[in-house]
C-alpha cells in the first residue's frame, strides 16, 4: 500500500493563515489532490498538483515536491465556514490509478 | 448543487442481500467515480469508469461490481452484505478523468442490520 500522513486535527483563528502539510509514499506519482468535507456532507474537491510548484486559487494555495514526498494546502483569510476536514490524496499509476487518500485533517476555526 | 445525483439518498437492508445504487454524472462529464466513506476506515477509492470502460480500480471487494451505461449514467452493485459495508458510497464525476475537477454527488447512506 501507500503512506498518506496528515496532522488529525488542527486549530486556527479567523483571519488568520494556516497550512496542512500531507507527505506520501508512493511507487507511481500521477497527481495529488485536496478535497474539502464539511461534517455530514460530501467532499468537494479544491486542487490538484502535478508538478512541482505552487498552484493558488482564491483563498486556497497547494504546493507540490515531488522528490521530498510532500504537498501542503494553504489557506489564507481564514473564515469560519473553512471549518472542515481537508483530505490529501496521491494517485498511483503502477497501481491501476489508484486513488490513496490520508485520513484527513480536522481544521477548527475560532473567532 | 454539484450537478451529480444519487439514488436512494438512504438505503437500509439486512446482512445477505444485494443493493443498488445509482448515479448519474453532471451533464457533458464522461468519467464517474465511485469512494466509500465509513467511520473507521476515512474516503477510501473504489473504481472509476470512462466513457464506459473501467478506467482505474481501487479497494473494491469481489462482492461488489459497478458499470457505467452508454448514457454515462453508473450503477454499484452491492452483493451478500456484511454489517462492515454499511457506508456512505459517494459517486463523483469528472470531465475527461484525468487531471480535472471532480463533482461529488450527495452520496446514498447504506445501513446494513
Known amino acids: 500500500g501507500q503512506n498518506i500522513d496528515q496532522p488529525t486535527e488542527m486549530t486556527a483563528t479567523e483571519g488568520a493563515i494556516v497550512q496542512i502539510n500531507c507527505t506520501y509514499q508512493?511507487?507511481?506519482?500521477?497527481?495529488l489532490f485536496w478535497y474539502q468535507q464539511h461534517a455530514g456532507e460530501a467532499p468537494t474537491f479544491l486542487s490538484y498538483?502535478?508538478?512541482?510548484g505552487l498552484e493558488e486559487k482564491g483563498r486556497f494555495s497547494s504546493f507540490l515536491s515531488r522528490s521530498k514526498g510532500y504537498s501542503y494546502l494553504l489557506l489564507k483569510e481564514l473564515q469560519m465556514k473553512d471549518s472542515a476536514s481537508y483530505l490529501c490524496?496521491?494517485?498511483?499509476?503502477?497501481?491501476?490509478?489508484?486513488?490513496?487518500f490520508g485520513s484527513g485533517t480536522k481544521l477548527n476555526v475560532k473567532p | 448543487d454539484s450537478g451529480v445525483t444519487q439514488t436512494p439518498k438512504h438505503l437500509i437492508t439486512a446482512t445477505g442481500q444485494r443493493v443498488t445504487l445509482r448515479c448519474s454524472p453532471r451533464?457533458?462529464?464522461?468519467?464517474v467515480y465511485w469512494y466509500q466513506q465509513s467511520l473507521d476506515q476515512g474516503l477510501q477509492f473504489l473504481i472509476q469508469?470512462?466513457?464506459?470502460?473501467?478506467?482505474a480500480k481501487g479497494n473494491i471487494l469481489e462482492r461488489f461490481s459497478a458499470q457505467q451505461f452508454p448514457d454515462l449514467h453508473s450503477e454499484l452493485n452491492l452483493s451478500s452484505l456484511e454489517l462492515g459495508d454499511s457506508a456512505l458510497y459517494f459517486c463523483?464525476?469528472?470531465?475527461?478523468?484525468?487531471?480535472?475537477?471532480?463533482?461529488f454527488g450527495p452520496g446514498t447512506r447504506l445501513t446494513v442490520t
Open positions: 508512493t511507487s507511481g506519482f500521477n497527481g
Open positions: 451533464s457533458g462529464d464522461l468519467s
Open positions: 490524496a496521491v494517485r498511483d499509476l503502477y497501481n491501476f490509478n489508484k486513488f490513496y
Open positions: 469508469y470512462y466513457n464506459g470502460e473501467e478506467r
Open positions: 463523483a464525476s469528472s470531465l475527461t478523468g484525468g487531471m480535472d475537477e471532480q463533482y
Open positions: 498538483n502535478v508538478l512541482d
